[in-house]
């Protein structure tokens, strides 16, 4: 599996396609016993209502009646990464709450599965799920294999969630100059207009000004979100 790890490292560089790199990871999902594998992505904005992307290979039937059923919602996996990056293996008790979708999925096949999510330092959430249509997951399978399958959970997370968030948000058209850079900073820290003018010994309009700039360019409404927009897109670390 080393060789393989490598391999992947190596595609990820040079890939510029997600779901090439998608293909990837269920030849490594498959060769680690599983037959499907999901990857979603949470982005961190809107914060209001999060934009979900996701990849699989699913069957259509399945994908279509999990979307119509609304299922996302109530998924205790979905749940489950949202509040912890402990990996989740599926039974009974995990989806008591769930119990139709649990029945549902069953009936197209998905009847064992493992779960886990990871997080980024830019509120970036993703889960990658493997599952298949028989064989029980065993303890001694687990200890065989849980580690590799969560190396291909981070591998996952850093490789798609870079080419999908480069492709919702394109930082790259968001060309703040450093001082818009270090107002936003200032005021991330809870410093005024006036404050911020203090520290950097300039006048107050010129702040202003350097704000307006940025709620500009990072097409938001106010100062407050062109703050949380610019931290969670990474520019101000």
Partial sequence: MKNYQEDLLQISENAFNEHEIFRHIQTAAKALGWDYCAYGLRLPMPLSNPKILMLNNYSEAWQKH?????????????????????????????????????????????????????LDGNGVGGMLSLSR??????????VAKESQMRWLVNFAHLSLSRILLD???????????????EVLKWTADGKSAQETADILNVTKHVIDF????????????????????????????
């Fill in 66 to 118: 999990y979307h119509e059923s609304g299922y996302l919602f109530s998924d205790p996996t979905v749940i489950h990464g949202r509040k912890s990056q402990k990996p989740l293996i599926w039974s009974e008790q995990a989806f008591s709450g769930a119990r139709e979708l649990w029945d549902d999925a069953r009936t197209y096949g998905l009847k064992v599965g493992w779960a886990q999510s990871s």
């Fill in 133 to 142: 249509s028989g064989e029980v997951l065993t303890p001694q399978e687990l």
């Fill in 167 to 181: 492709k919702t948000v394109n930082q790259s058209e968001i060309l703040l100059t450093p001082r818009e850079l």
């Fill in 210 to 237: 350097h704000i307006k700039n940025a709620i500009v360019k990072l097409k938001t409404a106010n100062k407050t979100a062109a703050v949380v927009k610019a931290a969670m897109l990474g520019l101000l670390n």
